[in-house]
């Protein structure tokens, strides 16, 4: 397996990885706990009974770049996969620029909840917060990845007309 092919494969998994931890985060309540009950983006908890938080604008903000990201990391995974199984299909830098997408938008999101959230007291971030934070260097990553891969493919091509022996 060449460079390229690991590339590819290593911007696959780190995708995988990415979207998992970005849909992990985005559906689950527990972005902050405190005493007697925890919060995520969509619902609140006290003493084990759940309700939908009221709209807020900042969780709103968080709440929609956080769906973005997920939806942008299953298009990333699935131009990956097609890429990687496709040999004279390449959209390298399509693919770098979602996961840098999606990267984005996980940065969005993680700062503007953590603005909001940061000066409260007895707050605490919790699992689902740190996920997010988790999925945003996995993306990072996995666009360069293919950014790379695509750098490889086109270098190939443009030295392939000289009569070089590499």
């Known amino acids: ?7 590819q494969s290593g911007g696959t998994l780190l995708g995988f990885l990415a979207q998992i931890l970005t849909i992990l985060s985005t559906a689950t309540n527990y972005w902050i706990r405190y005493p007697g009950g925890h919060s995520g983006l969509w619902q609140e908890c006290n003493g084990g009974i759940c309700s939908n938080i009221p709209c807020q604008t900042m969780l709103a903000v968080a709440g929609a770049c956080m769906v973005l990201a997920a939806c942008s990391a299953v298009v990333g995974l699935v131009m990956g996969l097609r890429i990687l199984y496709h040999e004279g299909d390449s959209r390298g830098q399509t693919m770098s620029g979602t996961f840098f997408l999606c990267g984005l938008l996980l940065l969005i999101a993680l700062t503007g909840y953590t603005v909001k959230n940061a000066w409260k007291n ?3 971030f919790s699992w689902s917060y740190f996920s997010g934070w988790l999925a945003l260097p996995f993306s990072i990553l996995a666009g360069f990845c293919f950014l790379l891969a695509d750098m490889i493919v086109q270098s190939t091509d443009a030295i392939s007309g000289f009569p070089v022996c590499l």
């Open 1 to 7: 397996m060449g460079v390229k092919r690991r590339l």
């Open 122 to 124: 007895d707050v605490f």
